[in-house]
């Protein structure tokens, strides 16, 4: 089970930090991602990490600006947001999936490849 939270609203320029804690799985074994949803829009890859932490990849639209990172010990993964913008608007939605490590960086991108969801947090960035 995935549940994000700290989303809300902020202005344009403004930062929030995004956190989606897991239960159930061994977390340390889970690959993560963060999608996004804009209203009428199709879902998008925004972050993704691998189990250790130590890969790291990101959608061009939010490089420089987003950082995903986890803490194992706390079975968490976080989307810090940084420079934001109001096309980043959307519902945040964590995931994880539980690929190997050479199937997950040709794959972190595509959200049928995660196993599991969260119920997602909106995000609102006003100008």
């Known amino acids: 089970q995935l549940q994000a939270f700290g989303g809300g609203l902020v202005q344009a320029g403004g930062s929030l930090r995004l956190s989606c804690a897991a239960s159930?799985?061994?977390?340390?074994?889970?690959?993560m991602g963060w999608f996004r949803q804009a209203p009428g829009k199709e879902r998008k890859f925004v972050a993704g990490?691998?189990?250790?932490?130590?890969?790291?990849y990101y959608a061009e639209s939010v490089k420089r600006r987003f950082t995903i990172s986890r803490d194992n010990a706390k079975n968490t993964v976080y989307l810090q947001m940084s420079s934001l913008k109001p096309e980043d608007t959307a519902v945040y939605y964590c995931?994880?999936?539980?690929?190997?490590?050479?199937?997950?960086?040709?794959?972190?991108?595509?959200?049928?490849?995660?196993?599991?969801w969260g119920q997602g947090t909106l995000v609102t960035v006003s100008s």
């Open positions: 995931a994880a999936a539980e690929l190997s490590s050479l199937r997950f960086s040709t794959n972190y991108y595509r959200g049928h490849e995660y196993d599991y």
């Open positions: 990490i691998n189990w250790s932490g130590n890969i790291i």
């Open positions: 159930g799985r061994t977390f340390s074994n889970l690959n």
